[in-house]
């Protein structure tokens, strides 16, 4: 039973470039939230996608955005990229949308120079 | 929002010890899971335990949710424990995690 994967493992970009990053949920879940952390710091929630909608949003601005896909995998982008960026960027997975178990995958590491 | 608060930040054990780490949230919650983050990033699912008590060979949760807080306990630490642990919950609101601080614990040998 594949856990939740993400890609690219390791990425690099140039400040005001843009960035994709993907997800495809573990076997059996609909839900895909997205999350960013900064060093040393706990996980913050970026949004939530279920059904192909966002259905949640934390406290980012709309550089930051989304998408799920029919077959529940999702994309995060990001514009414009600035310096405070450069975070790990994980992506978890539930099934149903409400109080259900969340799963990680290991995460994309983004530094913005 | 929740305020998700973990004690203690930082915890240096000697291997073969225990410890408690603690989790206190601000409001009434759905869920509450715990994570250990280890050196590569990756969070590793402990417990789901929005309340009650669970037991994971060496690990064990309790929530007391009333109260709004829940403990870890680690029996007999081995080096391979140390990393950081996470407490995050979902308040009734919504469905995202609210994350604490962390606690970052060294098991040495």
């Known amino acids: 039973d594949a856990g939740v994967t993400q890609s690219p493992t390791h990425l690099i970009k140039t400040r005001g470039q843009q960035v994709t990053l993907r997800c495809s949920p573990k076997?059996?879940?609909?839900?895909v939230s997205w999350y960013q952390q900064a060093l040393g710091q706990g996980p913050q929630f970026i949004f939530q996608?279920?059904?192909?909608?966002?259905?949640q949003r934390g406290n980012f601005p709309d550089r930051f955005s989304g998408h799920q896909f029919p077959n529940y995998s999702s994309e995060l982008n990001v514009n414009a990229l600035l310096l405070g960026d450069s975070a790990l960027y994980l992506c978890?997975?539930?099934?149903?949308?409400?109080?259900?178990?969340?799963?990680f995958g290991p995460g994309t590491r983004l530094t913005v120079t | 929002g929740i305020q998700v608060e973990q004690s203690p930040p930082d915890l240096i054990l000697q291997e073969g010890a225990n410890s408690t780490l603690r989790c206190n949230f601000s409001d009434s919650v759905n869920n509450l899971q715990w994570f250990h983050q280890n050196p590569w990033g990756q969070l590793i699912n402990l417990f789901y335990?929005?309340?009650g008590t669970k037991q994971n060979g060496r690990l064990s949760a309790t929530t007391v949710a009333t109260e709004r807080y829940s403990l870890l306990y680690i029996s007999s630490s081995q080096t391979t424990d140390s990393g950081v642990y996470f407490c995050a919950v979902e308040d009734n609101a919504g469905n995202m995690l609210t994350f604490g601080g962390g606690t970052r614990l060294m098991v040495k040998p």
């Open positions: 978890a997975s539930s099934a149903g949308h409400k109080t259900y178990e969340q799963y």
């Open positions: 076997s059996g879940h609909d839900t």
């Open positions: 335990i929005p309340s």
């Open positions: 996608y279920y059904e192909e909608e966002e259905r």
